[in-house]
C-alpha cells in the first residue's frame, strides 16, 4: 500500500509540476485513499507530501465550481503540517 501511495503521489506531484489538472486531480484523489490506509505518514518525507498534495488540492478547488471537499483537503494539509 505504501508503494501505491507513492506512485500516486509522484503523479499527482509530476502532473501539478506540468499543470495537468485532470491528472492531477486524479493522483491526488488516490493519494488522499491511500494514505487513510496505511502507515506511510510514519516517513519523514511525508510532509513533502502533505505539502505538494495541500497545494494541488487549493489549485483543484480554485477550478472547481463546486470546491469545497477540495478546499476541505486542503485546510487538512495545512494543519498537519503545523
Known amino acids: 500500500n505504501s508503494v501505491r501511495t507513492s506512485y500516486y503521489f509522484q503523479g499527482a506531484y509530476i502532473s501539478f509540476m506540468f499543470r495537468l489538472f485532470d491528472d492531477s486531480k486524479y493522483y491526488a ?15 519523514l518525507h511525508h510532509a513533502v507530501h502533505v505539502f505538494y498534495i495541500g497545494l494541488i488540492s487549493f489549485w483543484v478547488a480554485r477550478k472547481l465550481n463546486d470546491g469545497q471537499q477540495w478546499h ?3 485546510e487538512r494539509s495545512k494543519l498537519a503540517l503545523k
Do not use: M, P, Q, Y
Request: net charge positive; glycine share 6%.
Open 29 to 43: 484523489e488516490k493519494h488522499l485513499v491511500c494514505i487513510d490506509n496505511t502507515w506511510a505518514n510514519l516517513f
Open 72 to 74: 476541505k483537503r486542503g
